[in-house]
């Protein structure tokens, strides 16, 4: 390992700025798209679920 | 319940390897498949990314030109090209869909393009952040930046065509021609640092040569790649398994699934 510190390895040689940013944003925009995913099936299962009650309902009053 | 149109054909007059294809093709039988596949996609994605960023970061020597900055390219080079991967696949299911009319098909189509914006966006974003450093600027209006924004406007007016029209099938249909007209954006991109003068340096790895770079950032930067792949097929699973959902809530197959699952979750 050729890192000194451990000060020395997030100072990333002077380049900090432009390394850390780099990742962070790969983290954070897939995390999002995760959220975001997981709510879109969430609503999606929800909807089914409402539109059976709805039918059910239909059925009885017919 | 509905007759299948596409299940019935297969089971009927299509030999048996395609009818099996077919079998897979529609939304009832991808649905829990792709359900099955998701967290095995997820772990592979971890153990490559955590492969990747131990290498990457820890292993990989310090470059001789750009010192440190370099290592943005383990982020930088799988978001890149994967934003051009998934537009072939991309446009790829549009074409089946537009061709075989498989419902499927536009379905992948729909589920793939916000994660191919996602990587184009980061594309974008690591190579400004990297252009800064090494060029002295966060942009440049050369060949390969531009095509490669390009690429992410296609993404944009994909997504953006099929949200403006209401009816799924033909949303489908107008998406797939955008889709498929856009391919030819693709090659543009890869050859665009051969075909002209720019900035951005020519490839680092190409399968005619060895690569240009020190193997242990090959590997860290392959191993990225395959971390940032899996992650792309479990996010389109993922979106595919709530646009069936979101497409199909009327059929009698939904039902019996939902309540499945319900069922499952209260065991």
Same mark, same amino acid.
């Given at each position: 390992? /050729?890192?000194?510190?451990?000060?020395?390895?997030?100072?990333?040689?002077?380049?900090?700025?432009?390394?850390?940013?780099?990742?962070?944003?790969?983290? &954070?925009?897939? =995390?999002?798209?995760?959220?975001?995913?997981? /709510?879109?099936?969430?609503?999606? *299962?929800?909807?089914?679920?409402?539109?059976?009650?709805?039918?059910? #309902?239909?059925?009885?009053?017919? | 319940?509905?007759?299948?149109?596409?299940?019935?054909?297969?089971?009927?007059?299509?030999?048996?390897?395609?009818?099996?294809?077919?079998?897979?093709?529609?939304?009832?039988?991808?649905?829990?498949?792709?359900?099955?596949?998701?967290?095995?996609?997820?772990?592979?994605?971890?153990?490559?990314?955590?492969?990747?960023?131990?290498?990457?970061?820890?292993?990989?020597?310090?470059?001789?030109?750009?010192?440190?900055?370099?290592?943005?390219?383990?982020? /930088?080079?799988?978001?890149?090209?994967?934003?051009?991967?998934?537009? #072939?696949?991309?446009?790829?299911?549009?074409?089946?869909?537009?061709?075989?009319?498989?419902?499927?098909?536009?379905?992948?189509?729909?589920?793939?393009?916000?994660?191919?914006?996602?990587?184009?966006?980061?594309?974008?974003?690591?190579?400004? &952040?990297?252009?800064?450093?090494?060029?002295?600027?966060?942009?440049?209006?050369?060949?390969?930046?531009?095509?490669?924004?390009?690429?992410?406007? =296609?993404?944009? !007016?994909?997504?953006?065509?099929?949200?403006?029209?209401?009816?799924?099938?033909?949303?489908?249909?107008?998406?797939?021609?955008?889709?498929?007209? !856009?391919?030819?954006?693709?090659?543009?991109?890869?050859?665009?640092?051969?075909?002209?003068?720019?900035?951005?340096?020519?490839?680092? *790895?190409? &399968?005619?040569?060895?690569?240009?770079?020190?193997?242990?950032?090959?590997?860290?930067?392959? #191993?990225?790649?395959?971390?940032?792949?899996?992650?792309?097929?479990?996010?389109? =699973?993922?979106?595919?398994?709530?646009?069936? #959902?979101?497409?199909?809530? /009327?059929?009698?197959?939904?039902?019996?699934?939902?309540?499945?699952?319900?069922?499952?979750? =209260?065991?």
């Amino acid at each position: 390992m /050729h890192w000194n510190s451990v000060a020395e390895f997030f100072a990333m040689g002077g380049y900090a700025v432009y390394v850390w940013p780099s990742f962070g944003a790969c983290a &954070l925009l897939m =995390l999002v798209e995760t959220i975001q995913v997981k /709510h879109r099936y969430q609503a999606a *299962v929800e909807s089914c679920r409402r539109q059976f009650a709805t039918d059910q #309902l239909d059925n009885k009053t017919l | 319940m509905k007759p299948h149109p596409e299940k019935s054909l297969s089971e009927n007059s299509a030999p048996r390897f395609s009818g099996r294809l077919f079998h897979y093709s529609s939304p009832q039988t991808f649905y829990p498949l792709a359900g099955k596949m998701i967290p095995f996609f997820w772990v592979a994605a971890a153990l490559f990314g955590i492969a990747g960023l131990w290498i990457g970061f820890f292993v990989a020597p310090t470059d001789a030109q750009q010192g440190e900055a370099y290592r943005i390219i383990f982020v /930088h080079v799988p978001a890149s090209w994967m934003s051009m991967f998934i537009y #072939l696949v991309m446009a790829a299911w549009a074409g089946i869909g537009l061709a075989l009319g498989t419902r499927l098909s536009g379905m992948m189509a729909q589920a793939l393009a916000p994660t191919g914006a996602l990587m184009a966006a980061l594309s974008l974003a690591t190579g400004s &952040l990297w252009g800064r450093p090494m060029w002295g600027t966060w942009w440049i209006w050369d060949a390969r930046l531009t095509s490669e924004l390009i690429l992410f406007f =296609l993404y944009v !007016g994909f997504i953006a065509l099929q949200a403006a029209i209401d009816d799924p099938r033909r949303a489908d249909k107008a998406g797939a021609i955008l889709a498929l007209v !856009g391919v030819v954006n693709v090659p543009i991109i890869y050859f665009s640092v051969i075909w002209w003068n720019t900035l951005h340096q020519g490839s680092s *790895v190409s &399968l005619t040569r060895s690569p240009s770079m020190a193997q242990t950032m090959l590997l860290g930067m392959l #191993l990225m790649a395959l971390c940032f792949w899996m992650y792309a097929i479990a996010m389109a =699973l993922m979106r595919v398994r709530a646009i069936i #959902l979101e497409r199909e809530r /009327h059929t009698e197959w939904v039902r019996a699934e939902i309540n499945l699952e319900k069922s499952n979750a =209260l065991e």
